[in-house]
C-alpha cells in the first residue's frame, strides 16, 4: 500500500479496542491507542500491507442507528466516507446495504451481572429439608391416615363390637409415629394392625430422608437462587435491570425491541440506561442487575471489584446469551484494501492467534489494574464470607427448632387452659 495513511474511527470497548484522548476534552478527535485485539491486528497489518493509520473517537460513542436509510455513529462515518474502516463493529442486514465488512472474531456472549445469593435465613433450616407441597403432603397423609383407621375401627365395632377407637387417638398415633414417638398402637384388629405397619414404614422412610437432608442443610448453608438467564430476571418480583447507553443501541436495540417472546419484551419494557459506575453502585446495593457482555464485564470486575483471594460480591451469571453472530470491521463501500484485510483475518484466526492475543490482552490488563489500584476492592467485600471454611453448628442455625418448640409449648399451654375452662364451666356448682 505504500505507506497510505488509512482513517480509521473506534470507540473503546475492552478488549477489542482502547484508547486514550490525546487532549481529554476533545471527543471525537485523534486518540493513541493502548493494548488491545483491534490494536494489535491493525499494526501486525500495518506492517504486512505497508500502510500508516490514525485513529479518531467517534464522538457519541454509537455504532449505528438507522433513520431513512442514513447512519449515524461508526457506520454513517463509513457510509459518508469520512472513515476508511472502522474496528468491532456488528453486520445487520441495514448495515451491510451501505458498508463492507470483515468477520474478526466472535461476538461476545451477553450476560446478567447481579449481586451474589445471599445466605437463606438459618430460623429456616429445619423446614428447608422438604419443600411446601411435600409438607402440605404429610399434613394430608397424616390426617387421611388417622381417618382411614378410625373408620376401620368403627366398621369392627359396629359388626362385632369391643373398644371404640375415637378419631383424636388415631391421628395423635399417626402424628407420634410420624417424629419417631409413637404412644400406644390404638388397633383392635388384624386390618388396623397391617394398616399400623404400613403407616410405620412409610414414617421410617420419611424421618430417614428429612434428618439427612437437614443434616446436609446444616453443614452447607443454602443460599438464594442466582439469576443465569432472562426468565430468571423475569421471575424475580420488584427487581430492576438496566445496561450502558453505548451498548444498548444499534444491533443490541433492535435485537430486544422486534423479538416477539414475551419474556424479551418484558425486558426490553423495563430496561434502565445508565452509565456503568452507576449500575454497579446499584448491583452492590442489591436488587439490580446489569446486562453487558462477559468480557468487557469480567476484566471490570476482576480488576477492581475482587480480593488478592478471588473473592468478589458480583456474581456474573454463567448462562450466556449470543445475541450477534459475531463482531468484525466495517469498511467504507468499495474500499479496495477489503479483501486483502479479510484474507489476513482468516490467516490470524486460523492459526490461533486472535485467541491467544485476546486472553493476554486481558490478563494483561487485569494484572495493570490491579497494580495501579484504580479501585480500592476491599470496601466491596465487607459482606462477602468464605465459602469453603468449615461449619461449626451454633445456636442460629438450629433457632428454627427452638422457635418450634417454643410455638409448641405456647399452644399445649393454650389448650391446656381451654380444656380447664370447659370442665369449669361443665362441671356442677
Given at each position: 500500500?505504500?505507506?497510505?495513511?488509512?482513517?480509521?474511527?473506534?470507540?473503546?470497548?475492552?478488549?477489542?479496542?482502547?484508547?486514550?484522548?490525546?487532549?481529554?476534552?476533545?471527543?471525537?478527535?485523534?486518540?493513541?491507542?493502548?493494548?488491545?485485539?483491534?490494536?494489535?491486528?491493525?499494526?501486525?497489518?500495518?506492517?504486512?500491507?505497508?500502510?500508516?493509520?490514525?485513529?479518531?473517537e467517534e464522538p457519541k460513542h454509537s455504532?449505528?442507528?438507522?433513520?431513512?436509510?442514513?447512519?449515524?455513529?461508526?457506520?454513517?462515518?463509513?457510509?459518508?466516507?469520512?472513515?476508511?474502516?472502522?474496528?468491532?463493529?456488528?453486520?445487520?442486514?441495514?448495515?451491510?446495504?451501505?458498508?463492507?465488512?470483515?468477520?474478526?472474531?466472535?461476538?461476545?456472549?451477553?450476560?446478567?451481572?447481579?449481586?451474589?445469593?445471599?445466605?437463606?435465613?438459618?430460623?429456616?433450616?429445619?423446614?428447608?429439608?422438604?419443600?411446601?407441597?411435600?409438607?402440605?403432603?404429610?399434613?394430608?397423609?397424616?390426617?387421611?391416615?388417622?381417618?382411614?383407621?378410625?373408620?376401620?375401627?368403627?366398621?369392627?365395632?359396629?359388626?362385632?363390637?369391643?373398644?371404640?377407637?375415637?378419631?383424636?387417638?388415631?391421628?395423635?398415633?399417626?402424628?407420634?409415629?410420624?417424629?419417631?414417638?409413637?404412644?400406644?398402637?390404638?388397633?383392635?384388629?388384624?386390618?388396623?394392625?397391617?394398616?399400623?405397619?404400613?403407616?410405620?414404614?412409610?414414617?421410617?422412610?420419611?424421618?430417614?430422608?428429612?434428618?439427612?437432608?437437614?443434616?446436609?442443610?446444616?453443614?452447607?448453608?443454602?443460599?438464594?437462587?442466582?439469576?443465569?438467564?432472562?426468565?430468571?430476571?423475569?421471575?424475580?418480583?420488584?427487581?430492576?435491570?438496566?445496561?450502558?447507553?453505548?451498548?444498548?443501541?444499534?444491533?443490541?436495540?433492535?435485537?430486544?425491541?422486534?423479538?416477539?417472546?414475551?419474556?424479551?419484551?418484558?425486558?426490553?419494557?423495563k430496561m434502565e440506561v445508565l452509565v456503568?459506575?452507576?449500575?454497579?453502585?446499584?448491583?452492590?446495593?442489591?436488587?439490580?442487575?446489569?446486562?453487558?457482555?462477559?468480557?468487557?464485564?469480567?476484566?471490570?470486575?476482576?480488576?477492581?471489584?475482587?480480593?488478592?483471594?478471588?473473592?468478589?460480591?458480583?456474581?456474573?451469571?454463567?448462562?450466556?446469551?449470543?445475541?450477534?453472530?459475531?463482531?468484525?470491521?466495517?469498511?467504507?463501500?468499495?474500499?479496495?484494501?477489503?479483501?486483502?484485510?479479510?484474507?489476513?483475518?482468516?490467516?490470524?484466526?486460523?492459526?490461533?492467534?486472535?485467541?491467544?492475543?485476546?486472553?493476554?490482552?486481558?490478563?494483561?490488563?487485569?494484572?495493570?489494574?490491579?497494580?495501579?489500584?484504580?479501585?480500592?476492592?476491599?470496601?466491596?467485600?465487607?459482606?462477602?464470607?468464605?465459602?469453603?471454611?468449615?461449619?461449626?453448628?451454633?445456636?442460629n442455625h438450629l433457632q428454627g427448632a427452638?422457635?418450634?418448640?417454643?410455638?409448641?409449648?405456647?399452644?399445649?399451654?393454650?389448650?391446656?387452659?381451654?380444656?380447664?375452662?370447659?370442665?369449669?364451666?361443665?362441671?356442677?356448682?
Amino acid at each position: 500500500m505504500m505507506g497510505h495513511k488509512l482513517r480509521i474511527v473506534a470507540l473503546p470497548l475492552f478488549p477489542y479496542m482502547d484508547f486514550r484522548r490525546i487532549r481529554s476534552s476533545d471527543a471525537g478527535g485523534l486518540v493513541t491507542p493502548r493494548d488491545s485485539l483491534d490494536t494489535r491486528i491493525i499494526e501486525s497489518f500495518a506492517e504486512t500491507l505497508n500502510f500508516t493509520f490514525q485513529i479518531t473517537e467517534e464522538p457519541k460513542h454509537s455504532f449505528g442507528d438507522e433513520t431513512n436509510g442514513s447512519y449515524t455513529g461508526l457506520i454513517g462515518q463509513l457510509q459518508r466516507e469520512e472513515a476508511d474502516f472502522c474496528s468491532i463493529v456488528a453486520p445487520t442486514p441495514g448495515r451491510l446495504k451501505v458498508t463492507d465488512f470483515a468477520r474478526s472474531y466472535p461476538a461476545d456472549m451477553l450476560v446478567i451481572t447481579s449481586l451474589k445469593p445471599s445466605v437463606l435465613p438459618e430460623y429456616l433450616a429445619v423446614v428447608r429439608p422438604f419443600k411446601g407441597e411435600l409438607w402440605l403432603a404429610l399434613l394430608v397423609g397424616v390426617v387421611a391416615w388417622g381417618m382411614i383407621l378410625w373408620l376401620l375401627q368403627r366398621a369392627w365395632h359396629w359388626a362385632v363390637g369391643g373398644r371404640v377407637v375415637q378419631f383424636i387417638t388415631a391421628f395423635l398415633y399417626g402424628w407420634g409415629a410420624l417424629l419417631a414417638n409413637p404412644p400406644s398402637n390404638p388397633s383392635v384388629d388384624d386390618s388396623g394392625r397391617v394398616l399400623v405397619g404400613v403407616w410405620l414404614v412409610f414414617c421410617l422412610v420419611i424421618t430417614t430422608g428429612f434428618q439427612s437432608s437437614l443434616i446436609a442443610h446444616l453443614t452447607v448453608q443454602g443460599k438464594s437462587p442466582t439469576i443465569d438467564s432472562f426468565q430468571d430476571l423475569a421471575e424475580k418480583d420488584n427487581w430492576r435491570w438496566g445496561s450502558e447507553p453505548w451498548w444498548y443501541s444499534g444491533a443490541i436495540l433492535e435485537y430486544f425491541s422486534k423479538h416477539t417472546d414475551p419474556v424479551l419484551k418484558q425486558v426490553h419494557k423495563k430496561m434502565e440506561v445508565l452509565v456503568l459506575k452507576e449500575a454497579l453502585k446499584k448491583v452492590l446495593a442489591g436488587g439490580f442487575s446489569f446486562l453487558t457482555v462477559k468480557n468487557y464485564i469480567t476484566v471490570i470486575i476482576t480488576s477492581s471489584y475482587t480480593d488478592a483471594n478471588g473473592q468478589t460480591p458480583i456474581y456474573i451469571s454463567k448462562k450466556g446469551v449470543n445475541i450477534l453472530a459475531c463482531f468484525g470491521w466495517g469498511f467504507r463501500k468499495g474500499a479496495p484494501f477489503h479483501r486483502r484485510f479479510v484474507q489476513l483475518m482468516s490467516r490470524l484466526e486460523d492459526a490461533g492467534i486472535l485467541q491467544f492475543w485476546t486472553e493476554e490482552v486481558i490478563r494483561n490488563r487485569v494484572k495493570e489494574n490491579r497494580e495501579a489500584g484504580a479501585l480500592k476492592s476491599h470496601q466491596f467485600l465487607e459482606n462477602v464470607k468464605e465459602e469453603s471454611q468449615q461449619k461449626v453448628l451454633g445456636i442460629n442455625h438450629l433457632q428454627g427448632a427452638f422457635y418450634l418448640l417454643f410455638a409448641g409449648s405456647g399452644i399445649a399451654f393454650l389448650a391446656l387452659l381451654g380444656e380447664n375452662l370447659v370442665y369449669w364451666r361443665s362441671s356442677p356448682q
